[in-house]
Each structure stands twice: as C-alpha cells, then as structure tokens.
C-alpha cells in the first residue's frame, strides 16, 4: 500500500531543542517486542516502550514531542562492523576509479583529476580492478607517470591490497625510509612485493600508503572523515567499527576520528588498533580492541592472502605476515589484559594459524576466558567445516562483508579466476556459520566495497552459491545486533525497552519474511509465528531509502525531500 507523503524532517535536529521524551506512532516498528508495534516511545536517549497505536494514545499526553510517521518503517540502525573512515571519505570525496570499465578511461580519469589538483601534494585514490577490464591488466608505471605529469600518486586497488604508485611517490617513499633507516639503504627495492614497473604490495605497498598519508593535511583528513561519516548516517548506520592500525593508517588518524565522533553529530565510533601485542597503545588511544586489520595475510585479489595451495592463475601461495606462534603470543596478551583481540585473515592457510595460535591460548588460559572476549577474525572467508566448528568452539566472532561474494563470488567471478570453481564455491559460508553457533558481525570494509547496509543484507540472503544464504531476519541481525554483539554489548541494536535509542526511518514498500528454505519463510510469515517482517530484497527490487537516522535518541540525519511510502 501506499500512505500519505509525510517530510522527512519530522524528528527534532541535532541544532533543535532537546527533546526528552518523544513518541512515534503511526509507523510499522520493527521489534521483536510486538510483530504488529506501530510506535515506539523514546525517553532520555533510550526506548522506553513500544506498542500499538490504542496504547500510544495514553503516552501522547505525557510527551514532548509527537511524530506522525505515516507509515514509515522504524528500524535499529544500521552497524557497519568494518570501515576506514578517511580511505571512505577520501573515495567519496576525490579520485574514485570504482567500476571503471577499461585501462584507458582509468588513466583519462587519472590525468584529468590530477590537473585539477593544486601542485605539490599527494593524490589518492582507489577503486581499481584490473579483472574486469578487456585489458585484464593493469597500467604500467610508465603509462602511469604519463598520466600523472609528475605528481605524486597513490592509487589503492579495489581490495587496498596492492596499489599504483607513481615515480614521484615512489621517491617520496624512499626519502622516508631512508629517514627512518629501513630498508638497508636500498628504499622500496629491498621490500617483499616491489616491482620496478607494476603495482605494489605486501611489505612495499605499505610503504608507499603510509607515505602517502602521511603527507595528508590535517584539513584533508577532517574533510575525508566527516564526508565518511556523513554517508555513513544518510544510510540509516549509527556506529561504525573502525579497523586501524600502523599497516593501515595511523594513530593519529584514529585519535582525529574518536575525537570527530565525540562531537556526537553522527554515527558512534568504535576503534580497533592492529598492531602485535600493543595492549597499552590500544587503551591509549581510546580502541577497544587490539585487533581489527592486524594483517595474517593479504587479499585473493591481490595475490597475497595466505593459502593452502597454489593459486590457479599465478604461481604461489600468498603471503603470510603473522606466524601461529604470534597470534598465541597476542592473543594471550589480550585475555590476560581483559582485551578483545582480532585479525585480518581471509586465506585458508591464514585461517589455520589463527585457530592454532587462539587454540594454544584457551589451552593454556583456559577456554572460558578466552570465549568470553569474543576475540574476532575479519573476512573469514576460506573456511572449511573444520575451521568453522573451531571458531564455533573457541567464540570467535566473524566480522564478514557479504558484498565481497556479490562482487568477486559466482562461477565467473573474481574468485573463481583465482582460485578455480571448486574453491571459489566454498567461500563465504555464511549458512554453516550460523548453524554451528558462529556469531556474524556484517560490514562493508568501506571502501573495499561501498557502505551499502540494505545492500549487503540482500548478499547474504541472495549469496550467488545457494547453500551459503541465510534469510534475510538473520543477515538483518547481523548487520544490526551483531555489531554490537561483537563489541560485547548485548543490549543494543534492537528496539526494546531499556535498549539505546538507536534507530532509522525508512521510506519502503511492503514487509514480508524471506528465506533460502520456502517452508521456513511460510512459517515465519503465519502470525502465530511472530517474526516481524522486513522489506523485500529480492534481486531488482528497490531497497528502502533512508529518511532519518538516530543515535541515543539523537538525530544525525534528516532527508530533505522525501516521503514515506508503506
């Protein structure tokens, strides 16, 4: 059915008023407190009830402020449980190369965003992805440097595994190491994954990176990650786990952002430092875990994640930074300390050693102690039965990203050239997850792939290998309750009494349940069921746009020009 228009800016602005107690009704409110609540009442930042409209109309009298949302959707918000806040904002904000369909126009847009650029500083930019271009390569440096007319530049791959980097950079970068003494006075030739003409990666990609970020103004960061942030909230996200460390960004670059979000103008974020047994540092720096992108190994894309057996384009298994005997050792740096611990780990032989070294630790620690950090692995994505009954016994959570399998999965996709079908079909197993027990935690690794949260719950729900799809109650509940979940707080991402006040209004068409099992669907759609519905995601069909986003009963979004549809 469709309601009547009802303006978007119907909820109090962070600029208004404060307003205690606030009632809205009139809506469909998706809780599992009542499958049929049309309102909800939100006191002090926090729900205090949520119900039908004959119960609505004795809180009326009593509140602040009445909203009528005619008919839009109320939701929690949206936790995006992976991001990089200034590498997203500056996506968003300068040279985007995302979907670029060729060699050529990738270098046209190259050079006609360098022109535009003032002289002497560092550009960057990101979003290449040389597997699907007619080319099936990517630029040399020549054609690179013929592009960026002497500038320094730094050009991150679509998985921000290996990148393009111009002469100029290449040169910024040795001048730093050979100020910092690394690299035996031989600069970016003496680092593992240096080519003289072609992308780098592993030990000389990070070089290049931190050398270009570190010629970032502080201007340029703020811009980046208040531009991140900003889209993060036009989308219905109200907190974002933000995955630095010294392989990714720096500890600058987190402290700036924690600061940003304390300003409470946006989403809440919540900071992870990823470097080996840096405990104190973590706590220093206001993160709540010393994990996030501590790097086991790389990315399929990029030839670096860390594998059993060889790749099946390219000679070699990957790469691998973090050794078994160095997870234990963090790992029980972490529990002793009461920490939460976690890595970057997405290649088969990666994911062996971070059971092994989490595995030596419960047995020297004791199990309990070590499930009751809910110490957790980014990506997750070569997991075998074994490797998911391990997490399941040792309660590590997986903090994924289903829009890795929309872009890259399928018979033709990326992971398939990669690694060969048989391999690429067992990838992302979100469903055998689930049924052993694993905690999800959803995220877009933004801007490896965009902030997209509707988006990403329909990848789950419609993974291009069937027998990994949940339903879409459950990829909505990982991209919700599981980010906080994983942060080890129970009590958010659901709208329920004594629950933070935390929510999205969605402008969206009919609700309805949706399930890989048709007979599970039927049930979950019979009253006596009481599942709340939620849009439809079916492949082609409109998803819901965001018409206002709420944090602790704070608005940090409000769409202009929109209208709720029901």
């Known amino acids: 059915m469709t309601t009547r228009p009802t303006p978007a800016p119907f909820l109090p602005g962070p600029d208004d008023p404060a307003v205690r107690t606030l009632l809205l009704r009139g809506g469909r409110v998706h809780s599992p407190a009542d499958r049929f609540a049309t309102a909800v009442l939100v006191q002090d930042g926090t729900v205090a009830w949520v119900g039908s409209e004959g119960a609505a109309d004795s809180y009326a009298r009593d509140a602040d402020a009445v909203v009528d949302l005619g008919g839009a959707l109320v939701t929690p918000a949206f936790v995006d449980a992976h991001v990089h806040a200034t590498a997203t904002g500056l996506a968003l904000t300068g040279l985007d190369l995302t979907g670029c369909p060729g060699l050529a126009e990738a270098l046209a847009r190259i050079a006609a965003f360098v022109r535009a650029q003032p002289a002497g500083g560092v550009v960057v930019g990101h979003g290449w992805d040389e597997t699907g271009w007619p080319e099936r390569r990517a630029p040399t440096l020549a054609e690179l440097d013929a592009a960026c007319a002497g500038a320094a530049v730094y050009l991150s791959r679509t998985d921000v595994h290996s990148a393009l980097a111009s002469s100029a950079l290449r040169a910024l970068a040795d001048r730093t190491l050979a ?53 993060a909230a036009e989308l219905g996200i109200g907190a974002v786990h933000e995955c630095a460390g010294p392989g990714i960004s720096s500890a600058e670059d987190l402290t700036a952002l924690l600061s940003l979000a304390a300003e409470g103008r946006g989403p809440e974020v919540f900071g992870y430092w990823g470097e080996l047994g840096a405990v104190d540092t973590a706590r220093r720096l206001g993160a ?101 009954a391990a997490f399941a016994d040792l309660g590590l959570t997986a903090s994924v990203q289903p829009a890795f399998d929309a872009a890259w999965g399928g018979p033709e996709g990326m992971y398939a050239a990669r690694l060969g079908a048989e391999r690429a079909r067992a990838m992302n197993p979100f469903a055998a997850l689930l049924r052993a027990g694993v905690p999800l935690a959803f995220g877009s690794d933004a801007p490896v792939t965009a902030l997209d949260p509707w988006g990403t719950v329909r990848a789950a729900a419609f993974h291009r290998t069937p027998e990994h799809r949940i339903s879409v109650r459950a990829a909505f509940t990982a991209h919700t309750r599981g980010g906080w979940r994983a942060l080890g707080r129970d ?43 939620l849009p439809d995601l079916s492949p082609g069909a409109p998803l819901p746009q965001c018409l206002a986003t709420v944090v602790r009963g704070r608005t940090v979004h409000r769409a202009e020009h929109s209208a709720a549809q029901g």
């Open 288 to 388: 709540v875990g010393a994990g996030g992108d501590l790097f086991v190994d790389g990315a399929i894309g990029s030839h670096t994640a860390c594998l059993h057996a060889p790749y099946s384009d390219a000679a070699g298994e990957g790469a691998e930074y973090v050794s078994a005997a160095q997870i234990a050792d963090h790992v029980a740096a972490c529990t002793e300390a009461g920490l939460q611990a976690g890595f970057h780990a997405i290649g088969d032989a990666a994911l062996a050693s971070v059971v092994q070294g989490v595995r030596a630790v419960a047995d020297k620690l004791g199990l309990d102690r070590v499930r009751a950090l809910r110490h957790r692995v980014e990506h997750a994505e070569m997991l075998d039965a074994d490797a998911v």
């Open 179 to 231: 100020e910092e003494g690394a690299g035996g006075g031989a600069g970016l030739a003496a680092l593992a994954g240096y080519h003289p003409e072609q992308p780098l990666s592993r030990e000389a990609h990070h070089a290049v990176r931190s050398a270009a970020l570190a010629h970032l103004s502080a201007g340029q960061r703020d811009a980046a990650q208040r531009a991140a942030l900003g889209r």
């Open 491 to 533: 009590d958010a991402g659901v709208l329920l009494p004594g629950a933070p006040a935390s929510y999205a209004v969605w402008s969206s068409g009919e609700l309805l349940v949706q399930a890989p099992d048709q007979r599970v669907a039927n049930w979950s759609t019979d009253p006596r069921a009481g599942v709340p519905g």
